[in-house]
């Protein structure tokens, strides 16, 4: 079955404490992203990967971090989680047609 | 900056009607929209996607493109109360990659 599965899909943190939220697809696509999504703010995206080696900054990128080592994971890296960082993140992989698969989702809370 | 203009709503449709979902963009060069359906607590999926201008239907679902007014729409048909869920448009300045922009989404409410 195409996925795209994330981990884990509830953390509560305290600020500064590192945390990594990982992002892995199985449909072979170059194309991967990293969302947030706040009420009232929609999906914002933070980061993006268009292959392996490859990111580049979406519209809302202080505070994280991204690595792409393997085309299948694109993992989401806060270094010293903040309060403000608090929301429902979202991994997404890009097929052909522009189609983005969804993973469930993160919800982060940082106390 | 790029924006992406929908009303939050919600918009509530009685089932069988025709619920009307409009979206507006600031960038001239965009080249591809995209309707996602949002459940509540869930990942958004999507429902179509449409290049160029005019109308793209898909079952009860059509999307509309006008790039010179630089809005799309999604018309539901027949809405039904399982419909019931927060439409994301989206917008992409590339025909294939990276860098979309999301509207905050409109929420519809299909009353039986």
């Known amino acids: 079955e195409a996925q795209v599965t994330q981990n884990p899909r509830y953390l509560i943190t305290v600020t500064g404490k590192k945390l990594t939220v990982t992002c892995s697809q199985n449909m072979n696509h170059e194309y991967m992203s990293w969302y947030r999504q706040d009420p009232g703010l929609g999906l914002r995206q933070i980061y993006y990967?268009?292959?392996?080696?490859?990111?580049d900054k979406g519209d809302v990128p202080e505070g994280y971090k991204v690595s792409r080592k393997e085309k299948r994971n694109f993992p989401l890296i806060l270094e010293s989680p903040s309060p403000n960082q608090t929301s429902l993140y979202f991994c997404?992989?890009?097929?052909?047609?522009?189609?983005?698969?969804f993973g469930p989702g993160t919800r982060l809370t940082v106390l | 900056q790029k924006e992406v203009e929908q009303n939050s709503g919600p918009l509530s449709v009685p089932e069988g009607a025709i619920a009307s979902l409009n979206c507006t963009y600031s960038?001239?060069?965009?080249?591809?929209f995209f309707w996602y359906r949002q459940y509540s607590g869930k990942s958004p999926e999507l429902i179509m996607f449409?290049?160029?201008?005019g109308d793209k239907e898909d079952g009860r679902f059509t999307a509309q493109l006008n790039k010179a007014s630089q809005y799309v729409s999604l018309l539901i048909r027949d809405s039904q109360p399982s419909d019931s869920a927060t439409y994301l448009c989206?917008?992409?300045?590339?025909?294939?990659?990276?860098?979309?922009?999301f509207g905050p989404g409109t929420r519809l409410s299909v009353l039986p």
């Open positions: 989206a917008v992409n300045q590339f025909v294939y990659g990276q860098n979309f922009v």
């Open positions: 990967s268009m292959n392996v080696e490859v990111t």
């Open positions: 997404a992989s890009i097929g052909v047609t522009d189609t983005q698969y």
């Open positions: 960038d001239r060069g965009s080249q591809s």
């Open positions: 449409i290049y160029s201008n």
